[in-house]
């Protein structure tokens, strides 16, 4: 309950001493002092709660991110788990057609055991017989691990000379007790297939009959590793003759710190390099003193300190960041830059049916459309971020209109990284540098060997020496 004290006239006022009156006066503005600071405490903090609020509620105003406006992975968009979930949920997928499979030439014939006669139970081995009916399957024979001595001898010629045989490649170390197509399986199925190597020994001693130590699957990648280095050389020399390369990085796990793996790649060649920096040294470093001609990525400052005459940023990231500043609510600026870039790209595939002054000409009013739209004043926070971005990079933003060899995007570089995502995902972390070094080169010739469209095996075998025909 609140009591409100009347004012008393002072004749009313009780008759105390001064030193009492005094006392009580400062005792009064103590009280009073303590309750302002309590009073200033609060507002303050009433002032901050309100600056969270007006906050959130920006920010929950601003649009979702999502793949289609920023570089975020599909599987993580909200509305991409809300379908699955409603899908999960009751509704089922309509059947495909189905289709006839078109089965190889037999290899293997197999007959059918005769049983004895179901009414007299007399064998019916002997007696004639006439086929019925047959189907065919694909089958894989028993898989197991032989071993296999190779056997090495020396010869005298007519001529008196003593010559000694060689052992086959990939067979020459004598200290080594496994052949080159264990150690390019091992390789295959940790690097390509993302295979733990607890698991692998599992795989290798259940499937192939061939009991390995985990010690021993280290070796062997280490051992492959070393192998690879006169085609490593090669890859990087070939890399850094080119003309046009693209680049791109992504976070891994090296000894439970943060490290990054790296790719520069041409359409036909990839090399990889497993790193515990995401400095610009990184590229100074694989590139040596080589000066190419175009060099693609996305906007990341350390890319943009490569070594190059010109540069080419990805365009796919620059439409998505359009797409966020349209869904902020820009109507002006982000949509038309969005035409502008996908009508470029259009562009570009019809370029050897246009004859080329045409094509100049269309290029010429695309580019001035652009620089036109970035010069247009757009109260827009999100545009105005945009526009100051087009405006510096106007040139590595639409190089891929003045040369073939220059991609729209960067995207070639970030498929070259998607399996070292899923390795990271799947096996954790790399123990030692040894380790991520040899997955790196692995992967070097790995996405090569896709882009020539060699099989994987067959190069490992390049590398590793050719199995015996057993």
Known sequence: MLYIMKRLPLSQLPDFPKDEYWALIFD?????????????????????????????????????KDSQNASIPPSQDITRQSSQ???QSGHTQ???AGHQRHLPPVD????????????????LADTPRRLIGCQRVIEIPEIRGQVVEIQRYERECQCGHIQQDDYPPGYQDVHQHFGPRIHALVSYFNGTHHVAQDRLQQMLHEVFGVDISGGAIVNSLQRTYQQMQPMLDDLLASI???????????????????????????????????????AASVLEDIMGEACVEVWCSDLYSAQLKANAQRYAICNAHQLRDLQYAIDA??????????????????????????????????????????RML?????????????????????EAMWLFLDRADVPFDNNASERALRPAATHRKVIGCFRTQDGAS????????????????????????QVLGNPLPI
Not at 42 to 54: N, Y
Not at 108 to 123: I, K
Not at 245 to 254: A, N
Not at 335 to 359: F, K, N, S, V, W
Request: aromatic letters at 6%.
């Open 240 to 278: 850094q003759q080119a003309t046009v390369v693209g680049s791109d990085e992504t976070g891994l796990r090296l000894a439970g710190k943060r490290g990054w793996l790296w790719v520069v790649q041409t359409p036909d060649t990839s090399y990889f390099a497993a790193v515990d920096t995401r």
């Open 94 to 96: 309509r059947k495909r």
């Open 329 to 370: 609510g820009d109507t002006v600026f982000a949509p038309a830059m969005q035409h502008l870039l996908r009508a470029g790209l259009q562009l570009t595939r019809r370029r050897t049916e246009i004859d080329p002054a045409c094509y100049a000409q269309q290029v010429s009013e695309l580019k001035g459309t652009a």
């Open 85 to 87: 979930a409603t899908q």
């Open 374 to 394: 970035i010069d247009l004043p757009v109260p827009h926070p999100d545009v105005q971020r945009l526009q100051k971005r087009f405006d510096k990079h106007f």
């Open 438 to 461: 040899a997955y790196a080169a692995y992967r070097s010739l790995e996405d090569t060997a896709r882009k020539r469209q060699i099989p994987i095996l067959s190069a490992l075998a």
């Open 28 to 64: 009064l503005g103590d009280t009073i002092e303590d309750l302002a600071e309590k009073v200033a405490d609060r507002d303050a903090r009433l002032e901050a709660a309100l600056a969270e609020i007006s906050r959130l509620t920006a920010k929950n105003e601003r649009p979702v």
């Open 108 to 123: 293997v014939r197999w007959e059918c055991d005769p049983a004895p006669c179901t009414c007299c139970g007399q064998s």
